[in-house]
């Protein structure tokens, strides 16, 4: 089972939630970074799922970072995701919780 992390503003006093736009300005100048509405995960089966995904390309493997209701989540499972999950909460002055 892998643990989920959540960039959040929401133990800032007075801190406005991350938006989708905000995400969206933010991520547009990371080239390893798009956007897509739909992530899809093929295994045994395929599934797809309707969101906002900021899918980061890392060592030939794709991770969704999520947004959802004013904070982004992503799985903790690649080591590589850690620092990476750091430097964007910390360019986008939030926090990261386990979530």
Known sequence: ???????TRS???NSPAISLEECKQYFADKTDF???PVFTVRGETTMSI???FF???VGGVQIPFRHYQGDLYVSGTN??????????ASD????????
């Open 79 to 88: 080591e590589a995701v850690i620092p990476k999950m750091l430097e964007v």
């Open 50 to 52: 309707e969101g906002d």
């Open 34 to 36: 798009t956007y897509t």
């Open 55 to 57: 899918m980061w390309s």
């Open 11 to 13: 133990f800032q006093k």
């Open 1 to 7: 089972m892998s643990q989920r992390y959540r960039i």
């Open 92 to 99: 986008l002055m939030a926090d990261v919780a386990e979530g």
